[in-house]
């Protein structure tokens, strides 16, 4: 599975942004996809996570009421909606695929370039 990430961008703190992780490969309705981030000189987190079928979905607390993560197996997209961005939410934002949903970037097998969000206050 290849991922390409895309979305990012600049938004004023309350703003919106979408991101899309479109997969390449057959299997990718197979695949429980997840979204990461990594603020400068911080560690990579997790975000969002969504199942093989998109009935299990997991969020980070931190992001919990304002993301949104769904997909598409028919187009083989990936997407989170973000909605009321802080500043805190700046980072670079990776998709990633693994066999079952976690929350944990662990296990992630397959991982896109990132995307970045930058947040203005």
């Known amino acids: 599975v290849q991922l390409q990430a895309s979305g990012g961008g600049l938004v004023q703190a309350g703003g919106s942004l979408s991101l899309s992780c479109a997969a390449s490969?057959?299997?990718?309705?197979?695949?429980?996809m997840g979204w990461f981030r990594q603020a400068a000189g911080k560690e990579r987190e997790f975000v969002a996570a969504i199942d093989w079928s998109g009935d299990r979905k997991f969020y980070a607390d931190s992001v919990e009421g304002r993301f949104t993560i769904s997909r598409d197996s028919a187009n083989n997209t990936v997407y989170l909606q973000m909605n009321s961005l802080r500043p805190e939410d700046t980072a670079v934002y990776y998709c990633?695929?693994?066999?079952?949903?976690?929350?944990?970037?662990?296990?992630?097998?397959?991982w896109g370039q990132g995307t970045l969000v930058t947040v203005s206050s």
């Open positions: 990633a695929a693994r066999k079952y949903i976690a929350a944990s970037a662990i296990g992630y097998d397959y």
């Open positions: 490969g057959r299997t990718f309705s197979r695949y429980a």
